[in-house]
């Protein structure tokens, strides 16, 4: 309520928690500070999602919160990375998209996609024998258990998801074209998405 009732009273909106489309807008007016759009990009998703889940990483039974945080981030970063919101039933190419570089096979991403992600935000709870594990598997992000259970260590978890955020914002800082263009593309859906120009 105060992000909105701040928008209103001075007409822009909040894109992160230090940018503006103002300051959007203007990286763009006349110019191409790519420097300034990628900051602004930054911080909307470490503002936002990503600085709030590693201040939970030490904390014991904050892995279903941390996992909440890390598939917005997810879904958020894999939108600005393709220039378009995640579409409607197409979730399951986000996650195999993403979650294949992190080493899951396409069973391993839909089957988190379906038991983690929606048995979180839908049920706050895992589904089918998931379970979120600070520590656990010490070598690996995610295992299957001889007993059935599949054991997901959230800190790997999100140190993968971390590594893409900053591989992703390497890219663009060296000047990737189409990397850039896509992440323009998704601010520019979302600026119009609030003003519907």
Known sequence: MIENAKRKRDGRLKLSPRYNEKDWNDAFNGRDAWDTAINIVEDRIKGRWLDHADRLLDEDHSGFAILALDCIVLESLWGFMNGKAVPMGGEQRVYRDMLMGFGFDRTQSDSFR????????HDAETRERW?????????????????????????????????????????????????????????AQIIDKHYGR
């Open 114 to 121: 379906c038991m983690v992600r929606n048995g979180i935000m």
């Open 131 to 187: 379970l979120v594990e600070k520590t656990h598997p010490s070598d690996a992000i995610i295992r299957k258990c001889k007993n059935g259970d599949v054991e997901l260590n959230r800190t790997k978890f999100h140190e993968a998801l971390k590594a893409t955020f900053q591989d992703w914002l390497a890219k663009l800082r060296g000047g990737h074209a189409g990397l850039r263009g896509n992440m323009h593309s998704r601010m």
